[in-house]
């Protein structure tokens, strides 16, 4: 406890040390549950301050009515509150407080409230008992920080969370006039809570009233490369400067510390550029760049393959060189951010070389409308769903600052705010099956996966266009395999019968390089999006689950003792409704298809195996 050097028999208590914290004591070695109790002592002896470590109501009653005073400090000041507050007591607390116990009474070393006692520990459902019996959350306790400063130094994003939803101000100052947000940069290393905390919109210009310092200023002398970037990527300001009229770049020089200063530096570049009228219009032009860039790559790599030089040097020099210039290009005029795009820019580009090529080479082979027009259905098809997978949202969780503070509210005080209702990163209360998504920033509902040939997220919105996307883009490179096949047959002079397999081969690549380079480039993409969709149809009508769950599931499955059926889930209703719910189908009235909101579906009780699985971090 705070300042409380006591013992009792058989239990001593450990001073919690935690980012210069001390002088507070903690509860652990006294008693490992509220209701695990020591079975050699007898409670009677017990003194009411030892009762109130150890819960016991009884015992407790017995002593107040015999005439103690529950106002009553020990000789440390420490209340009898502040014991059951830090050992997470409610009945104790309800009951103290009906007898008189003051709610806000400071105590310890520290001069502390119970609130603050109970943040330290990171006890949720004492602070949620102290707030609604009046508890001031904007008291400053001894060392001057206020109950949402504390939460941020022991790191406890629930209790964060819950204040802020209660109404204290993210940007309440402590005694020195830092924010939490500055706190955390400064004292709390690593990603968290000042990434929770940039959730909640904290003033990133705010200066402390001693130093004048940014929390940009106080992640830099404390060396947090984490929040300093973190601080970047909300927008930090590089021009402030501190009561020395040091910038932040001129505070990373002193401290000497290389990675923030390259950090700092490159921020300071990439800002440079945004103000250029030039620079802007290449980034709002960048995919188109790197679109352009990919059709030159794979045509450029196409007409190498195509030379009459038989110099396998000079053929492997120009594609060294077309990388390299490439490269330069998509550095200089791209941005990183961009770059994760590529997967897209490349299918894409295949398509119109694969779709050149057809035309040009393949076409003629083929007679009659009917061996032509495959082709052309699955060009279009593959054109058009793509643009509806990628245009149509895929089940982003939406909630307004005033729904998030209600969920946030309602899920801690029911017991519920954990990372399988509550997502930390969105702050809103997840649906069933949603999952957030790291690359898109969000949640989204019924989530499939991200993939990376459609740069975005597969969900309930765009899962039926992903899948028809799939099956015609398969189509089209069947169909262009073939066409290789028969442009072969006509204008190669040998034949795997009557040459062997190395002599057709080397015909092959003499009648046409570029036709077996697109050949190439038709099988990889036919390989990987047949596979996909296969997958897909055999998960959705077999198991009526999401690439995402039936991973999940499998690999929970690996580490049960027990065999988990992907067959026995709540979410599969045979073969045939499994795809008439995906596809939303009635078939003339044949089936009747399941209408499930599932980004507003929270109450649904399924299988416990499946509540675990589906709500990942």
Not at 209 to 229: P, S, Y
Not at 493 to 519: E, K, M, N, R
Request: some cysteine; hydrophobic content about 45%.
């Amino acid at each position: 406890m705070e300042g409380a050097g006591r013992e009792c028999k058989n239990h001593s208590h450990g001073a919690l040390h935690h980012h210069g914290w001390h002088n507070m004591y903690e509860d652990k070695d006294l008693i490992k549950e509220q209701d695990v109790l020591p079975f050699v002592e007898d409670y009677s002896n017990f003194d009411i301050v030892k009762a109130t470590q150890y819960g016991l109501l009884e015992r407790c009653q017995e002593l107040i009515e015999a005439g103690y005073d529950v106002r009553q400090p020990d000789k440390e000041n420490v209340t009898l509150l502040h014991w059951a507050a830090i050992n997470n007591r409610l009945d104790l607390v309800k009951f103290f407080i009906s007898k008189g116990a003051i709610v806000d009474q400071l105590g310890g070393d520290l001069n502390s409230t119970p609130l603050h006692w109970a943040i330290r520990q990171g006890h949720l459902s004492m602070v949620i008992l102290l707030l609604k019996f009046g508890a001031d959350p904007a008291l400053i306790d001894g060392e001057g920080y206020s109950s949402l400063h504390l939460a941020v130094l022991f790191q406890h994003m629930p209790v964060i969370a819950y204040l802020i939803s209660k109404g204290q101000s993210v940007d309440t100052t402590d005694r020195n006039g830092q924010t939490p947000l500055m706190l955390s940069a400064h004292k709390v290393i690593g990603m968290e809570p000042t990434r929770f905390l940039l959730k909640f919109n904290p003033s990133i210009r705010a200066v402390d009233n001693v130093e004048k310092n940014t929390a940009l200023h106080w992640a830099i002398l404390a060396g947090n490369v984490n929040a300093v970037d973190l601080l970047l990527e909300a927008g930090s300001s590089l021009d402030i400067k501190n009561v020395k009229g040091e910038r932040p770049l001129d505070l990373a020089h002193q401290t000497k510390n290389r990675v923030i200063i390259h950090l700092l530096s490159e921020e300071e570049k990439v800002r440079d550029r945004k103000t250029s009228r030039f620079m802007k219009i290449l980034e709002k032009n960048e995919f188109l760049l790197l679109l352009i860039s990919s059709l030159i790559l794979i045509w450029a790599i196409g007409c190498v393959a195509d030379l009459n030089s038989d110099s396998w040097l000079l053929k492997g020099s120009l594609l060294v060189f077309i990388f390299v210039a490439l490269s330069f290009f998509a550095r200089l005029f791209v941005g990183f951010n961009k770059l994760q795009y590529f997967p897209i820019a490349f299918m894409l580009s295949s398509i119109f070389w694969i779709s050149w090529t057809f035309f040009i080479y393949f076409l003629p082979n083929l007679s009659g409308t009917l061996a032509q027009l495959p082709f052309f259905l699955s060009i279009v098809g593959v054109l058009y769903y793509f643009y509806k997978t990628v245009r149509t949202d895929p089940g982003y969780i939406k909630t307004t600052e005033e729904e998030t503070r209600k969920n946030i509210i309602n899920l801690a005080e029911s017991g519920s705010l954990d990372f399988r209702t509550f997502c930390t990163s969105c702050l809103v209360k997840k649906p069933l099956r949603s999952m957030h998504c790291h690359s898109c920033n969000s949640c989204v509902a019924r989530y499939d996966q991200h993939c990376i040939w459609i740069g975005r997220c597969v969900g309930v919105g765009n899962h039926c266009y992903f899948v028809l996307f799939l099956f015609f883009l398969t189509m089209m490179n069947i169909w262009a395999i073939y066409g290789a096949i028969l442009y072969w047959s006509e204008h190669c002079t040998t034949t795997y019968h009557q040459d062997g397999a190395w002599t057709s081969f080397t015909q092959i690549v003499s009648c046409s390089p570029w036709v077996l380079y697109v050949f190439a480039l038709t099988s990889f993409h036919a390989l990987w999006s047949a596979l996909l969709l296969i997958l897909q149809f055999y998960q959705i009508a077999f198991f009526g689950l999401t690439s995402h769950e039936k991973i999940t599931l499998w690999r929970q499955s690996k580490r049960s003792k027990h065999p988990i059926s992907l067959r026995k889930t709540p979410y599969n209703h045979g073969c045939l409704q499994n795809l008439a719910d995906f596809f939303q189908c009635r078939c003339f009235g044949m089936f009747k298809p399941n209408v499930v909101d599932w980004t507003k579906q929270y109450t649904q009780k399924f299988h416990s195996l499946m509540d675990q699985d589906v709500h990942p971090v």
